[in-house]
């Protein structure tokens, strides 16, 4: 029987990293998500049961899940070097006479781009990974085995047998650009919900791939690693007798064994051929999925790198070429002031198109009026603009040299004083380094950025009124406040251009449906600085209703938790605001909850205050939702996945075995339905 289970293990297992080799490392996939997550599946289930024929290469490591309290540093066996760098084809030339020199005279180069990431090396006994330490002081690094295991590129059992018994194979992890704007873009959706303007936006997302890799793999979670794609090119490998005569032969055969070897490393058999590479990859890296920051160029014969040997630092059989960052000199145009809607004032700077790194750059970033101070840029000027990592170009220095101190554009730029789009004076608070408009209530995209917020899925839920139907709505004047949503009529909207029968009923069906929003989701709609989906339910659950709030003294608004100063100060100037309790008084009458609803009265304790719960598994009594509700209502947080802060596991029936694991591992408290039944009774 128990045989039986341990074939069937390895055999789902080598199913799943066939499949994962053809998806990962040949771009072919040959199964579907579904029939992939199924096998999955079946695997951990199996492992859970029959923890004996868990082994450390099962695919089932991939998923993460298992957490490192502290990264061993550990030493490496062979030192992690690093390359001297050339910056043009003179000082390449220099190094190719140095070799001939020191005597070798008949030889090959292999070059490679270099890719812009974090170093690792991996180390593989009898064809299974067993360790991966990052390059850290080049004599030690920290061993991140766990999370690398998560990328799915790197083979955790290596494929054929040829192998060496044991080995170190070297490469860079990275993550695809395209990687990279999909978890940025992910990151502005979720805060563009919770109300933060595009300045905060900015600074949360993640600044570059490079910055981006480290700090994913420097998660002590594997599974947050997991959840970011990273990917991984490998590059050189290390070991005693290895069976190969030459760098090249090396890497042709590891990548036999499953290895991710860049298609892009070429031979030749003089250095012109290497000037040639590096003029091709100038331009073309830039259409690559990796971020690349020059090439590596390598003399091919291990038995002549070996007689070249080392100096202190480098090899002095291999060298790095550096592309030159992409930087180019156009023509500041002109400066644009963009109004964000939470009012923030973003300057642009308007370019004469040029190209740079394989696209044409228009405008360029200012970020605020100190930048602008700093650069002393005018109008008229000529300036540096550059590209690294960073998705958007930006304006370096001015080239002062070409600057006509005659010219009338020469002046030094004054910022703006009004508001662009509605004309008010703008106010900078202190220690904000933006300008504001503090027009709130008929900027024009303030109001309609103010509207799509109300209407959003986690507040009013309106898809109906999507935000070109709100321009549309406002530029025609039928939609001045948030008030006026609910006194749309449908021969209005017939008005509007593409707007037909159909659609119009939808709109007001969904109006008329948003009447039932519960209280803390309409005061959350409402938009108020500071004020995100959860400390919304907090004030909710702690005042009941808005008339409460709205009467709440500055310290007694300090006694919900997760409020502090500036949002108590936020919420009184909201509430005293006259227009303000104009629009309210309206939504009022049009029959928005203003109140918790008698079932969230009977039910609201404080029980659970400060407590924060993830509720997994299915539960006999009570949906999970409604669960999850009581929770709520009784002060506590559902929280989505497991971490040190958690204090409790409310674990049902069928929870997922990763998830036990994690909670036993940080010592979070499991509880049944029973024990949280008492809790709150
Ligand atoms: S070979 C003895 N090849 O560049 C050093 N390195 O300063 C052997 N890198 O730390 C390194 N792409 O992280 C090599 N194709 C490539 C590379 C590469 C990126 C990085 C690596 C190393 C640094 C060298």
Not at 496 to 507: G, P, Q, V, Y
Request: aromatic share 8%; hydrophobic share 35%; glycine share 6%.
């Amino acid at each position: 029987m128990s045989d039986s289970i341990k074939n069937k293990i390895e055999k789902i297992s080598k199913t799943l990293e066939e499949h994962n080799y053809n998806y990962y490392n040949l771009s072919n996939p040959t199964i579907s998500d579904f029939e992939f997550d199924k096998l999955l599946e079946e695997l951990i289930y199996l492992e859970k049961d029959y923890p004996q024929y868990l082994t450390p290469d099962s695919p089932s490591q991939r998923v993460g899940g298992a957490i490192t309290k502290e990264f061993k540093n550990v030493k490496h066996k062979y030192p992690m070097l690093s390359l001297s760098n050339t910056y043009n084809e003179e000082e390449l030339r220099e190094f190719d006479e140095r070799i001939k020199k020191a005597g070798v005279n008949e030889f090959e180069y292999v070059s490679e781009l270099k890719y812009d990431g974090v170093s690792i090396s991996l180390t593989y006994i009898e064809g299974i990974l067993t360790q991966a330490v990052t390059r850290g002081d080049g004599e030690k690094g920290d061993d991140v085995t766990t999370n690398v295991k998560t990328i799915k590129s790197i083979p955790l059992k290596l494929r054929g047998s040829n192998y060496p018994k044991e080995f170190e194979i070297r490469g860079e992890i990275f993550m695809p650009r395209t990687e990279f704007q999909r978890i940025n873009e992910e990151i502005r959706t979720k805060l563009i919900e919770e109300g933060y303007d595009e300045e905060e936006i900015f600074e949360k997302q993640l600044k570059n791939p490079r910055n981006a890799t480290s700090g994913t793999l420097k998660q002590l979670d594997s599974k947050a690693v997991a959840e970011r794609k990273l990917d991984c090119y490998l590059y050189s490998i290390l070991g005693e007798n290895l069976p190969f005569a030459s760098h090249y032969d090396s890497l042709m055969e590891a990548k036999k064994w499953g290895f991710k070897i860049s298609a892009d490393m070429e031979k030749f058999s003089s250095v012109e051929g290497v000037i040639k590479y590096l003029a091709k990859w100038d331009k073309k890296r830039h259409d690559l999925n990796v971020e690349t920051d020059g090439v590596v160029i390598k003399v091919n014969s291990y038995e002549q790198q070996k007689f070249l040997g080392f100096t202190a630092k480098s090899p002095r059989w291999a060298i790095a070429y550096k592309f030159k960052a992409a930087r180019v000199s156009t023509i500041l145009e002109s400066i644009s002031y963009q109004v964000g809607r939470t009012g923030a004032i973003t300057p642009v700077a308007n370019l004469k198109p040029v190209q740079l790194a394989g696209t044409t750059v228009k405008r360029a970033s200012l970020h605020n009026a100190a930048i602008i101070e700093k650069l002393d840029v005018r109008i008229g000027d000529t300036v540096f603009v550059e590209k690294g990592g960073e998705i958007i170009p930006k304006i370096i220095a001015v080239d002062e040299s070409k600057r006509d101190l005659f010219s009338d554009s020469a002046k030094p730029t004054l910022y703006i004083t009004h508001c662009p789009e509605c004309n008010s004076e703008l106010v900078r608070s202190e220690g904000e380094a933006n300008h504001y408009c503090p027009n709130e209530l008929s900027c024009p995209p303030q109001v309609k950025g103010k509207m799509e917020h109300f209407v959003s899925r986690k507040a009013m839920n309106i898809d109906s009124l999507g935000s070109e139907t709100i321009a549309q709505l406002y530029d025609a004047g039928l939609l001045k406040t948030i008030a006026d949503i609910y006194e749309l009529k449908k021969e209005d909207l017939l008005k509007i251009d593409r707007m037909a029968e159909k659609s119009a009923n939808n709109l007001l069906l969904g109006v008329e449906a948003s009447k039932k929003v519960p209280f803390e989701r309409v005061l959350f709609a409402l938009g108020i600085r500071h004020i995100g989906e959860t400390t919304a339910k907090k004030l909710a659950f702690f005042y009941k209703n808005i008339e409460s709030i709205k009467n709440a003294t500055l310290e007694q608004l300090l006694e919900v938790g997760d409020v502090g100063e500036r949002t108590a100060q936020t919420i009184i100037d909201y509430f005293s605001d006259k227009r303000i309790a104009e629009i309210l008084s309206k939504l009022k009458t049009a029959g928005l909850q203003f109140e918790l609803s008698d079932e969230q009265l009977t039910n609201t304790t404080e029980k659970l205050n400060d407590m924060s719960f993830v509720v997994s598994g299915v539960f006999t009594k009570f949906s999970r939702d409604e669960i999850k509700k009581t929770i709520e209502q009784n002060g506590g947080k559902n929280v989505g996945s497991i971490s040190g802060k958690t204090n409790f596991v409310l674990a049902g029936e069928n929870m997922g075995p990763e998830k036990l694991k994690k909670a036993e591992k940080l010592g979070v408290k499991i509880i049944s339905e029973e024990d949280f039944l008492k809790m709150i009774s």
